[in-house]
Every structure is written in structure tokens, then in C-alpha cells.
């Protein structure tokens, strides 16, 4: 099999092979347009005429990094008759619109390149594709859907247009995310997601907009896609991708793969020194707000066209630590898990040993900023309602040096 591999509208490469032993090829036409060994697909696979024999394995776990997780990628590989773990034939059949700029098709296929295409949506069907993740799981049409996201929280992901919703067909960009409320214990998350999405945005964290919508009585929570930009595609590869970390290697603690000190040497190494200090703020925020799953998944690289890197945005941040959990964080801070143990001294140690400058200063306004946020925004009904109490007491707590869960100094 040989796939496309296009990005902002050159095609830089193929992938080759079969399921086991494909590889990502970069064409003469990747490098001449975007430059030798540029890192405007990955920081950690450049385009290159030459590419090191012995990356390969690293360079397949990047595109598998493209696929969902959990019960979606199974309803996924249902719809299409897939089979599990062909990565290649995965991305055959939707990879047209993946995370970032990426579109990858098959190169033999006789009805390629596809017409990308929208169809218009009812509010009642827009209900019935967020109800429906086995016939339609991310709102694919079961012939001309092409979308995949990461991932592993119900949603779909749909286009908004002047008059309403549209489903994509063909490779459509879609432009917004969708999480419908689920039941139970559950029923508060995409309130809490709202709540913890609009403080970012008070601590300039995101910009991307969030709002909780009904659609025929059923409550969703809406997401702007960050990688889209006036509906075109901007290119981004998470953590994993960067990191060479596969499935659950996204946290820590299952194999040792990644940690926040990898995290920041990337960033050190590839972006701007201001990108340094938001990721140092974005480890500060989730603690306060006691987002547990702050994973490499949920870190990313933005890629510009012209080869800049900057940090995405901070997003699917989730107050979790009132929740039924085992309370530990995905990635140690300073070598502790356990969300309530961690202090004031751990956060410090941690971003110090980044070689980040003022780690005092970033962190302090940090926290005062998030304390200050949470008293002047309230969380909308529907969340848990002692939400903005709890982060107001773990912000406290870590101001005056105590630890997150509030035991003393």
C-alpha cells in the first residue's frame, strides 16, 4: 500500500509498506518547498532525503498516534471492516481529516483525490450522531466519512457554517468537537470541561471558544478546533507524536517514556524561550485546578507553515480531583504523583530544574491569577457545585505553601 502524506497543500512524503513494517518516505517536493531537514511535519522527523534507518519504528508509532483510543477506534475499524493494529489501512480510510494539517489517502485508489463535501444538520440529527457512536462513531457517514481524532471521550466532530451544522464528507475540514453529557456519575464532566476551558482562557492560556449547546434537548459541550484557523488546517503533533510514546505510555508511570522535564526540553530546544514559560503555566494551572490528566496527549506542538513552532493551547482541561479517581497525575511533578501531596516546593523544584527563568515569579502570578479567575467566574449549572470552592481552596492551599489536598507545610 502507498499513501499520500499532504500537508499545507505539498504532498511531502509517502508512507510505504505493510501493516508491520511501513515507513514514512519524504519526496523531493516536501523538502525543496518547506527546506532540508525541516521540522514542519515533526521536530522529531524531519524532511530529509536521507532518513536514519534506524527512526523507523519511531517514525510508524508517530502516524499510529494519528488513531483514537479505546471504544472509538473499535467502532471505528467496525464501520469500515478494519482490522485492528493496520495503521495503514486506518489511515486509508480517514485519514482525509486527522489532528493538524495532515491529509493522507490512498495513492492507488481510483477515487481519490475525493470531493470534500458537506451535508446540512438538524439539531435532531445532530443528536442523533452524538447518540450514535457505533453507527456512525465521530459522525462518520459509513461511505464518504473521512475524519479520525484522538482520544477516547464520546464526541463527534462536525463543521459549523453560517446557517447551522454540517456533517463532513470527503475530507471536509471539520471545525468543532462535540461531547454530549453522558449519564450517571458522569453527568457534570463537560460542565466542569467548560468551566476548566474558560479559566484557561482568563489565564490567556487558550482562545479557542467552548460553550455548552442543546441540541433537540440533549446537552453538549462545543469545542473550537485550535488546528483549524478561518476554517483551513494548522498543523500540530502531541506529545506522544514529539516523544515516541505509544498508547498508555502517555502517562508516566507506564514505561517512564515521558515526563515534564522531556516535555520542556523539547520546547527549550525547538520553540520561541516564551513558549518555556506557557508550558511552566500550563503545569501550574492543571495543579490548581486539579487536572489529573494532563498527559502528552493533551500537550501538543503548533507548526506553522513557515516552520515556526509554538506551544497549542491548553486544552481538555478537566477539574478531576473531586471525582471517583486514584488521584494521581499523569506526569510528576517533581517526582510526585499524588495530586493532593504535591506543594508550592514541588511545583518550584520542578520548573527550576527546566532552566526556566523566574520560576518563583511565573509560578506565584500563576496561581494568584487562577485564584483571582475562579472569584470573578462562576461555573454554569450542571457542573459539580462546589466546583470553583474546591479550586479556590487547592489555589489557596498552594499559595501559602501547604500541599494541594491541604494538609499542613
Given at each position: ?11 511531502i512524503?509517502t508512507?510505504?509498506g ?15 518547498t518547506?527546506g532540508?531537514n ?14 536514519r534507518?534506524d527512526r523507523a519504528?519511531r517514525?510508524r ?7 483514537p ?5 473499535d467502532?471505528?475499524l467496525?464501520q469500515?471492516g ?5 495503521t ?13 494539517a495532515?491529509?493522507i489517502w490512498?495513492l ?16 435532531r440529527?445532530?443528536r442523533?450522531l452524538?447518540e450514535?457512536?457505533i453507527g456512525s462513531?465521530?459522525a462518520?457517514d ?5 475524519s479520525s481524532?484522538g482520544g477516547v471521550?464520546p ?11 454540517a456533517q463532513?464528507l470527503?475530507g471536509?475540514?471539520?471545525?468543532h468537537?462535540l461531547?454530549?453529557?453522558?449519564p450517571?456519575?458522569?453527568s457534570?464532566?463537560?460542565?466542569d470541561e ?6 484557561a482562557?482568563?489565564?490567556g492560556?487558550?482562545?479557542f471558544s467552548t460553550?455548552?449547546e442543546?441540541?433537540d434537548?440533549?446537552?453538549?459541550l ?5 488546528d483549524?484557523?478561518d476554517g483551513a488546517r494548522l ?5 506522544s507524536?514529539v ?5 498508555n505510555q502517555?502517562y508516566?508511570e507506564?514505561g517512564?517514556?515521558?515526563s515534564?522535564?522531556?516535555l520542556?526540553?523539547?520546547v527549550?530546544t ?5 513558549e518555556?514559560e506557557r508550558l511552566?503555566r500550563m503545569?501550574v494551572?492543571?495543579v490548581?485546578?486539579g ?9 501538543a506542538l503548533l507548526?506553522?507553515r513557515d516552520g515556526?513552532?509554538v506551544?497549542a ?7 478531576q480531583?473531586?471525582r471517583p479517581n ?7 511533578v517533581?517526582g510526585t504523583y499524588?495530586?493532593?501531596d ?6 518550584y ?8 527563568r523566574r520560576p518563583r ?8 491569577s487562577l485564584r ?7 461555573p454554569?449549572?450542571g457542573?459539580v457545585?462546589?466546583l470553583?470552592v474546591n479550586?479556590?481552596?487547592?489555589t489557596?492551599?498552594l499559595?501559602r ?6 494538609r499542613?507545610?
Amino acid at each position: 500500500m502507498r499513501l499520500a502524506v499532504e500537508l499545507y497543500e505539498t504532498v511531502i512524503g509517502t508512507l510505504e509498506g505493510d501493516a508491520r513494517t511501513f515507513d514514512f518516505i519524504p519526496s523531493p517536493m516536501g523538502y525543496d518547498t518547506f527546506g532540508p531537514n525541516s521540522p514542519v511535519l515533526s521536530v522529531s522527523i524531519p524532511l530529509t532525503p536521507a532518513p536514519r534507518a534506524d527512526r523507523a519504528g519511531r517514525r510508524r508509532n508517530w502516524f499510529a498516534e494519528l488513531l483514537p483510543e479505546g471504544d472509538q477506534y473499535d467502532y471505528l475499524l467496525a464501520q469500515a471492516g478494519l482490522r485492528r493494529d493496520d495503521t495503514l489501512a486506518f489511515l486509508a480510510r480517514y485519514g482525509r481529516d486527522v489532528a493538524g494539517a495532515l491529509q493522507i489517502w490512498d495513492l492507488d485508489d481510483p477515487t481519490e483525490p475525493k470531493t470534500p463535501a458537506l451535508r446540512d444538520l438538524t439539531d435532531r440529527e445532530v443528536r442523533a450522531l452524538l447518540e450514535d457512536p457505533i453507527g456512525s462513531p465521530l459522525a462518520n457517514d459509513p461511505r464518504s466519512g473521512k475524519s479520525s481524532l484522538g482520544g477516547v471521550q464520546p464526541k463527534v466532530v462536525l463543521v459549523r457554517t453560517s446557517t447551522g451544522w454540517a456533517q463532513a464528507l470527503g475530507g471536509y475540514p471539520s471545525t468543532h468537537i462535540l461531547k454530549p453529557q453522558l449519564p450517571g456519575d458522569s453527568s457534570t464532566v463537560i460542565f466542569d470541561e467548560e468551566y476548566g476551558s474558560r479559566l484557561a482562557r482568563r489565564l490567556g492560556l487558550a482562545a479557542f471558544s467552548t460553550s455548552i449547546e442543546t441540541f433537540d434537548e440533549l446537552p453538549a459541550l462545543v469545542i473550537e478546533r485550535y488546528d483549524r484557523m478561518d476554517g483551513a488546517r494548522l498543523h500540530q503533533e502531541d506529545f506522544s507524536q514529539v516523544l515516541g510514546a505509544s498508547r498508555n505510555q502517555k502517562y508516566q508511570e507506564y514505561g517512564g517514556v515521558v515526563s515534564l522535564q522531556r516535555l520542556a526540553e523539547v520546547v527549550r530546544t525547538y520553540a520561541p524561550s516564551s513558549e518555556l514559560e506557557r508550558l511552566a503555566r500550563m503545569v501550574v494551572f492543571a495543579v490548581g485546578i486539579g487536572n489529573l490528566d494532563l498527559h502528552t496527549k493533551n500537550l501538543a506542538l503548533l507548526h506553522s507553515r513557515d516552520g515556526d513552532v509554538v506551544l497549542a493551547p491548553a486544552y481538555d482541561v478537566v477539574p478531576q480531583s473531586h471525582r471517583p479517581n486514584d488521584g494521581r497525575m499523569a506526569l510528576a511533578v517533581n517526582g510526585t504523583y499524588r495530586h493532593r501531596d504535591i506543594t508550592r516546593d514541588d511545583l518550584y523544584a520542578e520548573l527550576g530544574s527546566w532552566g526556566l527563568r523566574r520560576p518563583r515569579d511565573v509560578l506565584m502570578s500563576t496561581l494568584e491569577s487562577l485564584r483571582d479567575a475562579v472569584r470573578e467566574e462562576e461555573p454554569l449549572p450542571g457542573a459539580v457545585p462546589t466546583l470553583d470552592v474546591n479550586i479556590t481552596a487547592m489555589t489557596e492551599n498552594l499559595l501559602r505553601g501547604s500541599p494541594a489536598g491541604g494538609r499542613s507545610a
